[in-house]
């Protein structure tokens, strides 16, 4: 059988790998436009206190699979994946709703061991786990929590499925009621995935069909700190769209959940530096791109606020720097 997979994000490369693993013919066909949310996405793996239950439903199956994905991958490629279990802190101060939380958990653990122990943690132990964590905050440490950088995992899989066989080629796909065109040529296909991200409605409209995908916006800014941070655990302060995580190096990023809305922000980290900036993607206007960003260094303090990007303040203060000090504005 041979498919064309349009989109090789996170989406689209997962889908040619397990396909050329099943021993289809693959082709994937990418135009990397500007704003690819594979590439900015935070990468929190980590759906194991979710209260929506209908997400649950998708995410847990698939955040409990990737221990089976990374071994496979590790078959198939010496491109690393990048993921990490490494905890994770559903923050807050409520002991009620702390407590309810855990209890979500564990029963989840049940059915899902990848989601591990869930314990109550006080502010002085949440804070020993993640340091800029603000001093008020009590937290669940959820041990089943695991991060990954979608850059890499996606590179992982693009470079497995190519290994099995896949054919990456660059070009803009186009469906038509006698099949695909990439760049105005047809290409042969039984079967075609259509795994472009927040384009895919667009591209199948030409077909008359309506698929329920609209861009969604958020913000993210990357930060450093000379401190080791293998280890930090992610951390979802309750009551608040925000998100903390770190990786390896020194970095550590704060980020707000999506919006409806066709502004998406975007950053990249820079060794020793932090910077963000709002990027106009993923929406029919195109990719102007409109910069704010401040400049920093490793060796000083990170910023306090959340970042010039952010479209709204935290519900409620979630870090502080230096650790311990009064919290972001
Ligand atoms: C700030 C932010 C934080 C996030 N945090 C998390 C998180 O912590 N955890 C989590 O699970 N998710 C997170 N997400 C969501 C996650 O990043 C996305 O759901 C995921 O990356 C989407 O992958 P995708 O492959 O569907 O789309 P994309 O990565 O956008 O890939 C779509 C690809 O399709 C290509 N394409 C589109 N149309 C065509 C065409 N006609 N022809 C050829 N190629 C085409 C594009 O060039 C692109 O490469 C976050 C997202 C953002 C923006």
Known sequence: MRVVVIGSGIAGASGAYHLARRGAEVVVVDDA??????????????????????????????????????????????????????????AGRDEAALRETQRRV????????????????DPAQAGALFPPLHAGLAAVHVSGGARVDGRQVRASLLDAARRRGAELRTGTAALTVDGV??????????????AAGAWSAELVAALGAQLPVAPQRGQITHLEVAEDTTRWPVVSP????????????????????????????????????????????????GSARRPCWRPGSASAPPPRTVSPCSARSPAIPVWSWPPGSAPPA
């Open 33 to 90: 436009r500007p704003g690819l949310a594979t590439a900015a996405g935070a990468g929190i793996v980590s759906p194991w206190a979710s209260v929506n239950e209908e997400l649950f439903v998708l995410a847990g199956p698939a955040a409990g699979y990737y221990p089976e994905l990374v071994a496979a991958l590790g078959e198939d490629t010496a491109e690393p994946t990048s993921y990490a279990v490494v905890g994770a802190l559903v």
């Open 106 to 121: 564990t029963a989840r653990a049940a059915l899902h061991p990848a989601a591990g122990e869930a314990s109550l943690l």
């Open 181 to 194: 065109r990439v760049d105005g040529a047809p290409v042969g296909a039984d079967a075609v995935v259509v």
């Open 238 to 285: 309750m009551d608040s769209g925000h998100y903390l995580l770190a990786f390896p190096g020194g970095g550590w990023w704060s980020g707000r959940r999506g919006r409806p809305g066709p502004v998406s922000t975007v950053a990249s980290p820079q060794p020793g530096s932090w910077r963000c900036w709002n990027r106009r993607s993923r929406s029919r206007r």
